[in-house]
């Protein structure tokens, strides 16, 4: 499905990750043919902010920035560890200084690797050195909270994984930004968290909760977006099913959550997806990628000055 219309809008992607440093020109170019309009890109960590606005500099008519940190601090090193309230200070100056530049706070997750952590820790096994697969065991990245027991066993990270996550909310409605949300084993925390907090412009990215709880997500505004990955069975078929098109947008979570597993995901693929969902709902990829591109504008609000 080539350049259709609007075109797509790839709602969470990392086109700062260092799988795609060495060939992004051509990631770009496909990305272009395949007919993606806007590329929201999330970071992980404050070094990733500069990194995300060069891109945007260099690509102004297609990338969008997202700042925010997620709770494994120092992904890809020998130091991981669980996220702490001081790791968002230095990040605090770049929401100000790039407030007239970022589209969205979100932070991000990867649990994959926060399993990979905690069995290294447990198990005393060495860490995975190839850079290269990072992109198999990153998964689930975004901003929110993940209470996946492995990774956070005790109530104090659990709490402190809270407490960062308020602080970007209060971050967001300072900036009148919409907030980019990952939930694993917290949907239900997560979605009463933004209600509490008055959230109202929320995407809740790949979500992993029952229908049921992404029903209050709805009732409360909020937005749901699908990555490819979701083709690969039908496990979210159901909850698919039950959103409303006026709640759902399109995602690639590039280089993770591709088609493929264990294959570099790229946003050009998001045209899979479109038509994963046309298919579930029994409609044409047609009005998915009209409907799916209008939420994501009124999501995200600031991407129409890309047009
Ligand atoms: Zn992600």
């Known amino acids: 499905m080539a350049s259709m219309d609007g075109g797509f809008v790839d709602c969470h992607c990392h086109i700062t ?6 060939d992004l020109e051509d990631v770009i170019k496909r990305t272009r043919e395949a007919g993606v309009k806007t590329l929201i890109s999330v970071t992980e960590e404050p070094s990733e902010f500069e990194r995300v606005i060069q891109l945007f500099k260099s690509y102004p008519d297609l990338v969008a920035p997202c700042f925010g ?6 992904c890809g090193s020998h130091d991981q560890r669980s996220v702490k309230i001081q790791d968002l200070e230095p990040a605090l100056p770049l929401f100000q200084k790039y407030r007239d530049d970022i589209v969205a706070v979100g932070e991000n997750m990867r649990t ?8 290294t820790r447990v198990f005393n096994i060495p860490r995975l050195p190839s850079a290269h697969l990072r ?8 901003i929110g909270l993940d209470y996946t027991p492995w990774y956070a066993p005790t109530s ?3 709490e402190e994984q809270l407490t960062v996550f308020t602080k970007q909310l209060q971050i967001s409605k300072d900036l009148d930004l919409p907030v980019n949300i990952h939930s694993r084993s917290a949907a239900k925390v997560t979605i009463a968290t933004l209600k509490e907090q008055g959230i109202t412009c929320a995407l809740l ?9 992404a029903m209050e997500g709805v009732q409360a505004g909020y937005f749901f977006s699908f990555p490819p990955a979701v083709c690969r069975n039908d496990q ?9 098109l006026e709640h759902i947008c399109l995602e690639t979570d590039s280089p993770a959550l591709g088609p493929e597993k264990h294959v570099r995901n790229e946003p050009k693929n998001i045209s899979l997806v479109c038509e994963y969902i046309a298919h579930v709902k029994g409609i044409t990829p047609q009005m998915v990628i009209h409907a799916t591109s209008d939420n994501a504008l009124r999501l995200f609000p600031k991407i129409k000055r890309l047009e």
Do not use: T
Not at 69 to 74: K, S, T
Not at 112 to 119: D, K, P, Q, T
Not at 206 to 213: D, I, R
């Open 135 to 142: 992109f198999v065991l990153r998964d689930n990245s975004m």
């Open 69 to 74: 940190i997620h709770p494994v601090q120092g």
């Open 156 to 158: 104090q990270e659990r």
């Open 205 to 213: 990215h790949n979500f992993a909760g029952k229908p049921s709880v």
């Open 17 to 22: 990750a260092c799988e795609f440093a060495e």
């Open 112 to 119: 994959y690797e926060s399993w990979w952590f905690l069995l």
């Open 236 to 244: 979210k078929a159901k909850l698919i099913k039950q959103i409303p």
